[in-house]
């Protein structure tokens, strides 16, 4: 079976988007899918078969992502969508125009995965612009375009009660991104702290995430200010890069913080994050608009006990406070929270031992699965027979 997968962004640009499709392109191939993209050229990126690159300039006050070509996206997906059986639309810009035509003009069915909660980002990027009507435009949007596919895939149950509320009648399917689990089982604590010159007994709450406002990063340095009244030793590392970074710079030095807090920026994913998880103690969240929540998982598959609010998309991994404490939207309860795991390490070696169980109940192998489940179905619901059928070619006696 050949799907499509196109989006507005794929790595390098790093984010919850570009890793649950990269995370579902390698998965996928375990179920016998093979996988094409069609994504964004950022810079100078090394060909990868089976992934199109689109030109495209930088995004206004986000340089970080990228503006592709209409009619140069169009005339990419429509040349890839050949020979595929499914179209799945990543995001909700040029990629989802495109690929919605694609796909119907193939005659295959379309998919689109919503990952972003857009009403509660866009005044972020756009404050001039009264919040209430991006708000507005953002789920009208969001209704009409999700309403035009054959079905809508989302990470959470908040998310599926966010579309039902705004009105999508499409059907709506709740998978989330899995876990690559071993990736994240060799990190090298050691390794990390004196690269980054981190004392072996120093205490580390991390936060791993784009370091943007929606990510709520600003109330993590005000519960350090409160932490270290009670452990002057913590370390809050935040790592990641994005457009918020100079004002948390500016409300940490306020805070007078000083080294009790670090900024690593941006670290490669496949040696130095896992390396970075495994140096921390605990592993702290405040972002109040995820729609899934991928870091969770992930320092949970290393065995970190976690700190987080139980809001939107982060539900449906906290409910069950396996593995976590989920406190009070206070600065002091959550340092509390933070600082009496870091003091007792009966407690912290148990909250590590029941995230890393509960992190194998959400394993790559096991959503890929799931998602090459639906994509049959839908195949089969268009009337076409076995996909594997349908590309077998004749060989010659």
Request: with cysteine; charged share 20%; hydrophobic share 45%.
């Amino acid at each position: 079976m050949r799907i499509l997968m196109v989006s507005d962004v794929y790595f390098p640009r790093v984010n919850g988007v570009s890793t649950s499709i990269e995370t579902f392109r390698q998965s996928l191939a375990g179920q016998g899918i093979e996988v094409r993209i069609v994504a964004p050229r950022y810079g100078a990126e090394p060909d990868v078969p089976g992934v199109a690159r689109v030109p495209g300039r930088p995004v206004p006050r986000d340089p970080e992502d990228r503006i592709v070509a209409w009619r140069s996206m169009s005339r990419t997906v429509h040349e890839h969508a050949a020979g595929c059986d499914l179209v799945h639309i990543q995001t909700p810009f040029a990629a989802h125009y495109s690929g919605l035509r694609a796909a119907r003009r193939a005659g295959v069915p379309v998919l689109a995965t919503y990952h972003t909660l857009f009403e509660e980002y866009l005044h972020h990027y756009a404050p001039f612009l009264p919040a209430r009507g991006l708000r507005a435009l953002a789920r009208h949007l969001s209704r009409r375009q999700c309403n035009a596919l054959d079905g809508v895939v989302v990470p959470s149950l908040a998310m599926q009660a966010r579309l039902v509320h705004y009105g999508v009648k499409a059907p709506i399917h709740i998978l989330p991104t899995g876990i690559p689990l071993a990736r994240f089982a060799g990190g090298d604590r050691a390794r990390f702290r004196a690269a980054h010159g981190i004392v072996p007994a120093r205490p580390v709450a991390l936060f791993v995430g784009r370091v943007a406002h929606e990510k709520n990063i600003g109330f993590l340095l005000a519960m350090a200010a409160e932490a270290v009244k009670r452990r002057p030793d913590l370390l809050l590392l935040v790592a990641g890069e994005g457009p918020a970074l100079p004002a948390l710079r500016a409300q940490a030095a306020r805070l007078g913080l000083g080294e009790a807090v670090r900024f690593t920026g941006y670290l490669d994913r496949h040696r130095d994050l896992p390396d970075c998880y495994a140096a921390a103690d605990v592993f702290v969240f405040a972002s109040r608009t995820e729609t899934q929540g991928l870091v969770l998982l992930e320092a949970m598959a290393v065995g970190l006990p976690v700190v987080a609010f139980a809001e939107m998309g982060t539900i449906d991994i906290l409910a069950p406070r396996q593995g976590c404490r989920v406190p009070a939207e206070d600065p002091a309860a959550f340092a509390d929270a933070v600082v009496d795991i870091l003091s007792d390490a009966a407690l912290r070696a148990r909250l590590g031992s029941e995230a890393w169980g509960y992190a194998r109940s959400w394993s790559d192998e096991a959503m890929s699965a799931r998602l090459a489940t639906l994509y049959l179905e839908y195949h089969k619901k268009n009337g076409n027979p076995a996909p594997w059928k349908a590309h077998t070619k004749a060989r010659p006696a």
